[in-house]
Nanobody, 128 residues
């Protein structure tokens, strides 16, 4: 079992920044790829970013590339999502997820079906 707890969400003006954190406990967090997803009201959950177990490979949705940065601190079992130049369309509940299907996967998946553990989500609201 892996428990994931997100934090760092909030209300920010357009152009501002937030850093989300996802604290993991349970299995050896550092051996698994991690992802960030988001879900806006009335929309499906969508991929935002992902990072391989070592942190050596990162992946981003086109909509956030150049603005968001995913990173991880395996010593502290935490993954981060630094969000800069936020836009109103970034407003959503943000979820972190763990892919424990694959041990030390060299890449990280983009499909939500490939993640088996999820946090409860944290709300990010970007105002004009």
């Amino acid at each position: 079992q892996v428990q994931l707890v997100e934090s760092g969400g909030g209300l920010v003006q357009a152009g501002g920044s937030l850093r989300l954190s996802c604290a993991a406990s349970g299995r050896t967090f550092s051996r698994y790829a991690m992802g960030w997803f988001r879900q806006a009201p009335g929309k499906e959950r969508e991929f935002v970013a992902a990072i391989s177990w070592s942190g050596g490979s990162t992946y981003y949705a086109d909509s956030v590339k150049g603005r968001f940065t995913v990173s991880r601190d395996n010593a502290n079992d935490t993954v981060y999502l630094q969000m800069n130049s936020l836009k109103p369309e970034d407003t959503a509940v943000y979820y972190c997820a763990a892919d424990t299907y694959n041990y030390k996967r060299v890449s990280a998946p983009r499909r939500l079906q490939e993640y088996d553990f999820w946090g409860q989500g944290t709300q990010v609201t970007v105002s004009l």
